[in-house]
């Protein structure tokens, strides 16, 4: 079973920064997942924020993160990067990290995703 750990969360100012790390374990030999970013903040339903796919570095991401986010993979590492810039106080959320084994472009439902991260906390101050 793929275990994912999330980092990199914190407090920061709008406008400002964060680089988010997931790091995955007990995937093999090989790291071909389809690999996404959720987000969930409070009293809201998780939702998609940004996916990525194993070869041809195919990316999608949420409407409302385009041009601000910035999903990212290093296969030799099995890690996954989200680099967030921009940041506004509706980024406030914790982010997860997901792992989708079968499929071959990133998917927006939560459900396609069978591994899950502890998810990482991020607060986006005024």
């Known amino acids: 079973q793929v275990q994912l750990v999330e980092s990199g969360g914190g407090l920061v100012q709008a406008g400002g920064s964060l680089k988010l790390s997931c790091a995955a374990s007990g995937t093999g030999r090989t790291f071909n997942y389809v690999m996404g970013w959720f987000r969930q903040a409070p009293g809201k339903e998780r939702e998609f924020v940004s996916g990525i796919r194993y070869r041809s570095m195919y990316t999608n991401y949420a409407d409302s993160v385009k041009g601000r986010f910035t999903i990212s993979r290093d296969n030799a590492k099995k890690q996954v990067y989200l680099q967030m810039n921009s940041l506004k106080l509706e980024d406030s959320a914790v982010y997860y990290c997901?792992?989708?084994?079968?499929?071959?472009?990133?998917?927006?439902?939560?459900?396609?995703?069978?591994?899950w991260g502890q998810g990482t906390q991020v607060t986006v101050s005024s």
């Open positions: 997901a792992a989708d084994p079968r499929s071959t472009i990133p998917q927006s439902m939560s459900a396609r995703y069978e591994s």
